[in-house]
């Protein structure tokens, strides 16, 4: 069983940041594939960011270049950072493990934090 929590989400104006971090319990992290979500209002969850056991990254094209994800496997916990934001990125965020591939595609795994609201607005 593994469970996740996130924090850091909240308001920020057009152009600002934030850093969101998911805790994670379990002893099985450190070889978990990791990925950050987000859900839009009246959207589906989508992959923004994904993290790999050997700390391999790869972005959303509408993230690529704003946003950072990390991984510290002594704490248990995944980063996003988030910078130059704007409206459009508001969406509540939610980490999820263990994220796996078939083929040329990502899927979520079985666990999900309760998620963290994010909102750009000036």
């Known amino acids: 069983q593994v469970q996740l929590v996130e924090s850091g989400g909240g308001l920020v104006q057009p152009g600002g940041s934030l850093r969101l971090s998911c805790a994670a319990s379990?002893?099985?992290?450190?070889?978990?594939?990791m990925g950050w979500y987000r859900q839009a209002p009246g959207k589906q969850r989508v992959l923004v960011a994904r993290i790999t056991s050997d700390h391999s990254t790869n972005y959303a094209d509408s993230v690529k270049g704003r946003f950072t994800i990390s991984r510290d496997n002594a704490k248990n916990t995944v980063y996003l950072q988030t910078n130059s934001l704007k409206p459009e990125d508001t969406a509540v965020y939610y980490c999820n493990t263990p994220i796996f591939r078939v083929g040329s595609s990502w899927y979520a795994g079985s666990y999900w934090g309760q998620g963290t609201q994010v909102t750009v607005s000036s």
């Open positions: 379990g002893n099985t992290f450190s070889i978990n594939a």
